[in-house]
């Protein structure tokens, strides 16, 4: 069975594969739409954000252990700004897919014990076995939101 050729450019081009996808929606030429690979690709950014937020909320916690357990003043700066960076990425994440922030709460204790196991690696600190942080994605997003020491 030979490929058409839209979908040969898909695995040869796939930048140009994308140009001539979006001109062929844009003049409604969809004979000529890789259906099946556009189709994989939509999915594929909706995991993409997903796996995005996972990422950036387990950072988050690595970041908030340390703050609040570790005790190297030296570094708490780096880990303060590395906190605010990630709550900023993390906001505009649910800024611009609203509908991620129920996925947001379903993950936080996964993405915690991500986080714990990671920094017990790491470190010899007695870290919360139990999710310690705040339950709503507005305090937790906040400057001080995982801050222990000021809650």
């Not at 509908?99 to 993950?107: P, V």
């Not at 014990?113 to 705040?134: C, G, L, V």
């Amino acid at each position: 069975m030979t490929q058409s050729p839209v979908k040969t450019l898909y695995v040869t081009d796939f930048a140009l594969w994308i140009d001539q996808t979006v001109n062929s929606l844009k003049s409604q030429d969809y004979s000529n739409v890789d259906w099946e690979n556009l189709i994989e690709e939509i999915e594929g950014l909706g995991k993409r954000d997903r796996r995005e937020l996972e990422s950036r909320l387990t950072t988050l916690f690595e970041h908030a252990l340390k703050r609040n357990y570790v005790n190297l003043p030296e570094c708490y700066g780096g880990w303060e700004a590395t906190i605010s960076r990630t709550q900023q990425e993390l906001s505009r994440i649910l800024r611009d897919s609203p509908s991620l922030r129920n996925y947001f709460l379903t993950i936080c204790n996964e993405c915690y014990q991500n986080a714990h196991t990671n920094m017990s690696k790491e470190y010899e600190t007695k870290f919360p076995d139990d999710y310690p942080f705040p339950n709503d994605v507005e305090t937790l997003l906040q400057q001080n939101g995982v801050n222990l020491k000021n809650v």
